[in-house]
């Protein structure tokens, strides 16, 4: 009552009619405001994660805006507004593949982190559904920065699909040191051991059976799926390709990483470019 009529009447009479303190009424009001601001930001941040950041990253994009909430606040108002994140429910599909027996060496030994820009560059394919089909996605991340620096979408799961996710980085392939994958027969074929050979690019493959050899590559599809594959309907490829670009520059510009300090992919570039200039 007294807030409501705070523009006609003085808070200190009304506070005397009504028989209560000026300290009570403050004390009151303040905090159920700030819990006002708070609710809406914290709707407003999870809207522009696409539905994806758990207690986390809201707390991380908090604290970026100036507010300084505990997980179990954020999660409590998460609740209350029934803001529940993709990542609640797992999904898992398994899926049986042929296996490639070529005797190349694992070059990378799950040393992910500490990378220089284009040291290594991962790689694997995942299924989403087109209509009433498979259709499949590749793309191709930079382990220095968790960057999808190429991708691709198409109808089949073979070597055209690695191509066209080659053929979309932006940086002469020369900078790309080492292509890391799991074993998978897509990825072995003449066009694509032709690019490697004339970019002097190293090839390097997980042990067989063994996806711990390629984990920021199966955590990166995890992502996908949850994120941008799960409660889509896709009509059409085309659909498909230009939601997939639509998502692959909000994942580097927008999205928040816990691997990189909660930094998005292009902040965490900037800064560690500007510090070595």
């Given at each position: 009552m007294?807030?409501?009529?705070?523009?006609?009447?003085?808070?200190?009479?009304?506070?005397?009619?009504l028989e209560i303190s000026r300290s009570?009424?403050?004390?009151?009001?303040?905090?159920?405001?700030?819990?006002?601001?708070?609710?809406?930001?914290?709707?407003?941040?999870?809207?522009?994660s696409r539905s994806n950041y758990g207690t986390r990253k809201i707390k991380a994009a908090l604290r970026d805006n100036g507010y300084q909430v505990?997980?179990?606040?954020?999660?409590?108002i998460m609740k209350q507004e029934g803001l529940v994140s993709k990542y609640?429910?797992?999904?898992?599909?398994p899926y049986a593949d042929k296996c490639n027996e070529s005797q190349i060496e694992n070059l990378v030994k799950r040393k992910f982190d500490d990378r220089s820009q284009y040291n290594v560059v991962v790689s694997d394919l995942t299924y989403v559904r087109v209509g009433n089909q498979w259709n499949y996605i590749?793309?191709?991340?930079?382990?220095?920065?968790?960057?999808?620096?190429?991708?691709?979408?198409?109808?089949?799961k073979d070597a055209n699909l690695v191509s066209k996710a080659f053929a979309r980085v932006n940086t002469n392939l020369k900078n790309i040191q080492v292509f890391h994958t799991?074993?998978?027969n897509e990825f072995k074929n003449k066009l694509l051991d032709e690019t490697l050979k004339i970019f002097d690019i190293k090839r390097s493959l997980s042990k067989r059976g063994c996806p711990y050899d390629n984990a920021v590559a199966e955590a990166t599809f995890?992502?996908?799926?949850?994120?941008?594959?799960?409660?889509?309907?896709?009509?059409?490829?085309?659909?498909?390709?230009?939601?997939?670009?639509?998502?692959?520059?909000?994942?580097?510009?927008?999205?928040?990483?816990?691997?990189?300090?909660?930094?998005t992919p292009a902040?965490?570039?900037?800064?560690?470019?500007k510090k070595v200039v």
């Open positions: 007294i807030r409501n009529n705070a523009h006609k009447y003085s808070v200190s009479a009304m506070c005397k009619v009570s009424y403050y004390y009151e009001s303040k905090p159920k405001q700030y819990e006002s601001k708070l609710t809406s930001k914290i709707k407003k941040i999870f809207q522009e505990s997980r179990r606040r954020t999660g409590r609640t429910v797992a999904q898992f599909r590749c793309v191709l991340v930079d382990l220095f920065n968790r960057e999808i620096i190429g991708y691709s979408a198409g109808k089949n799991d074993r998978g995890k992502i996908i799926k949850t994120e941008f594959v799960k409660y889509k309907v896709f009509e059409t490829l085309e659909e498909l390709q230009y939601e997939l670009a639509d998502y692959v520059n909000w994942f580097h510009n927008h999205r928040l990483h816990s691997s990189l300090g909660y930094l902040t965490f570039r900037m800064n560690t470019l």
